[in-house]
């Protein structure tokens, strides 16, 4: 999801976050804890806001994804939205949280194409000291394991410009099917990019399940 569809100009609405502790059944009312053996994935919180910061906004991070917001306090509004667009059944977004640590240093993004999240588009951004670290493998498991099993999505698509190695290489490793290039489809700097289209369908999750083993939910 290099087109992210957050647009700071459009946020006018106040910060309306989950109340703390409270476990919900129902991941439009708040997201579950997806713990893995190196990372925790959880709801956003205001205090994430910093990390992010500073994490996303680096050049190598920032080059093939949407301009992400310029500062703290723009962080804090793209974490009011996504609790706004959870709630209403559009959007979810999880926090990667490293063991250890309570800091968030970075995201996975699945927003619906369609209503009733029959298929959805997802993406992520992980800051770049954690390239390499196996996170991204394990928190995209667990991402999709929750969608198909829990969202009961049935495709999931997913976007990366051709120059982006890393990305694609990333999602080839999960197990993500190459469809097609999508010529010029994403601006970035004031320059048109082509994109390879993913796509992982519900079957292809139930085949790689036997792999990956059970989520773990908190």
Known sequence: MEKMPYQAHMDSEPMVLPTAGVIETDWRNALPTL????????ELRPSDATSLFAMLTTEEVSR???PPPSTVEGFERFIAWTARQR???EYVCFAVVPHGS???????QVRSL???????EWGFALGSMYWGSGMFVEGARLVLDFVFEVMRVHRVEAR???RNGRGNGALRKIGAVQEGVLRRSFLRDGEYLDQVLWSIVDEDWLQAKAVWGPRVVH
């Open 102 to 108: 309570n800091a968030a240093v970075g995201l996975f």
């Open 114 to 120: 369609e209503p009733g999240f029959g298929s959805a």
């Open 87 to 89: 709630a209403a059944g």
């Open 35 to 42: 713990a893995g053996t190196r990372m925790t994935l959880r």
């Open 160 to 162: 990366a410009a051709i």
């Open 64 to 66: 093939f994804i949407s």
